[in-house]
């Protein structure tokens, strides 16, 4: 921000001596101790006054660039006052409305994103019970399943309907072999009884 400050204070400074000078020119033959005493202070006066000048016209710019640092490094409460009518109170007129904007523009992202996280989480609630629901009716199918599977096994060790079938075929065979020898025994008993 000094360079601000020179650039003000140098033509000032430049000038004051511009001036001295030609007063020197004008009235060089009469130059004695009092004019370089009066010229020293006029020099010392002069480049005071042109480092004040600088200064008092770069000090509203350099607290406008802080406060614009501030204001884009998040600090939407920063603002810059100044009274003056000149150029400078209108640049801080401008900052201040880009930073009212930049806050309403904020506020509105934030209650947007607000009003979106409310609208998903609605959405969201509705799939998580629908989620909890399949996953319960998975839940119930497995158990189902894992039901079915024991009553299977239980199954397997039993012997197959072929093989009662089959079963059944050979107890039919030997009941009528059965039959057929108790009917040869009461043959033959009675083959015996009638030949006593």
Known sequence: MLKISFKIAYPIILAGLFVIVAFIGFNYENL???FYIIF??????IFLFGFATGQQFS???KELLQK???????????????????????????????????????NQNENMERAVDIKVK????????????????????????QRIG????????QPKEEEILELKERIKDLKKELNGRK???EVVAEEDDTEE
């Open 32 to 34: 004695n101790l009092s």
């Open 40 to 45: 020293l202070l006029l020099t010392i006066y």
């Open 59 to 61: 000090k509203p710019v």
């Open 68 to 106: 614009a640092d501030n204001l884009s490094k998040g600090d939407l409460k920063s603002r810059f006052y100044l009274e003056n009518k000149d150029e400078l109170g209108e640049l801080a007129r401008v900052f201040n409305k880009i930073a009212d904007d930049f806050e309403q523009s904020k």
């Open 122 to 145: 609605a959405r969201t609630q509705a799939l998580d019970e629908t989620i909890n629901a399949l996953e319960q009716k998975v839940k119930n199918r497995t158990l189902e399943l």
């Open 150 to 157: 024991s009553e299977l096994e239980k199954f397997k060790d």
């Open 183 to 185: 009917n040869k025994k």
